[in-house]
């Protein structure tokens, strides 16, 4: 069905959102039974082609402050006995990110159309991946939604926190790191070829380490314009190579073993990968299709296959 952006009034004053009808008629009669005056209404162009291919799906990543705060709200709604239509309608309007806006009224003109919470979720995997929408619908299955998206919130923000501290942990080394490349790049530049000229000066034989950095400062001086180019070559290569299912394991492979960032990344996957379980198998999701969607959200194709081994044997 298309969508249908709106412009209106209601008693606390004016609103906006999309509503998901057959037609114009019928977005104008349902809003009038929502008790929204409507000012300005058309339909979304492109339709559900536009919103990104059958079933409208539409949607973008959204950050996790708002996803968890989104959740939290969600099950306090529902825990209040609140219809599902009616949460996500008040949510729609609360929410100050554009994208989860536009995502949640699409998700309330699902249901009120007849789709399950966890199918309507389903249409926006940029918004609700799969660890989300699997949740929801072993909730609804259980008639524990509002327990479900308690957990989820809590998971979403612990997640969130993990993911601060693994910033903050690498700070210093890239710190580190960057600082020792602009003290490299400043003396191949500036301070070797001064120390060049006053060593040909002096006519004096140089020793090979001596004559190896002055020749690697005289190419850097002369040629920077090539090693600029190659490192972007190189960034570019080694992105495209990681889109391609061999180069992303081998490449999840190497950053394993890579001094610090390879220790602190598996345990930042096993951390990750404990939580999800968790989250899953207290919330009724069977052991096995636990493991399969935890092994998605590895964010590891290492990791991912281990634990995909582990759920074949």
């Keep these: 069905m298309p969508f249908f952006a709106y412009q209106g009034r209601t008693t606390q004053g004016s609103t906006a959102g999309e509503i998901e009808a057959p037609d114009r008629t019928a977005a104008v009669a349902e809003l009038r039974r929502k ?40 099950s306090t709604m529902v825990g209040a006995g609140l219809p599902l ?15 989860l806006r536009t995502v949640t009224s699409r998700v309330a003109g699902s249901v009120e159309a007849g789709s399950t919470l966890a199918d309507a979720l389903r ?56 600082v020792a490349f602009i003290v490299v790049i400043f003396m191949l530049t500036f301070v070797i070829p001064t120390f060049a000229k ?58 394993l073993k890579l001094p610090v960032f390879g220790t602190l990344i ?9 939580r999800t379980l968790g989250t899953l198998v207290s919330s009724g999701v069977p052991i096995l299709e636990g493991l399969r969607i935890t092994a998605r959200t590895a964010g590891n194709r290492v990791v991912e296959r281990a634990v995909l081994e582990t759920r074949a044997s």
């Design 35 to 74: 008790a929204i005056l409507v000012t300005q209404i058309k339909e979304k162009a492109g339709g559900p082609a536009r919103a990104g291919g059958v079933g409208g799906r539409f949607g973008g990543k959204v950050k996790d402050k708002e996803m968890a705060i989104f959740t939290r709200q969600f």
């Design 123 to 178: 249409r926006h995997p940029k918004t609700f991946d799969e660890l989300y929408v699997n949740l929801v619908e072993v909730g609804e299955a259980g008639g524990i939604l509002d327990t479900v998206l308690q957990r989820l919130s809590v998971y979403i923000e612990k997640a969130a926190a993990l993911k601060r501290k693994v910033k903050s942990a690498m700070i210093y080394p890239l710190t580190i790191v960057g």
């Design 198 to 255: 006053m060593f040909a000066g002096m006519g004096a034989d140089l020793p090979l380490p001596t004559l190896i950095v002055i020749r690697l400062s005289d190419f850097a001086t002369r040629f920077w314009w090539l090693i600029i180019g190659g490192a972007i070559g190189i960034v570019v290569g080694i992105r495209a190579y990681y889109r391609t299912e061999g180069g992303r394991s081998l490449i999840d492979a190497l950053v």
């Design 266 to 274: 598996r345990k930042v996957s096993v951390a990750r990968f404990t």
């Design 85 to 99: 239509v009616q949460c996500l309608t008040i949510l729609a309007e609360q929410s100050e990110s554009k994208t």
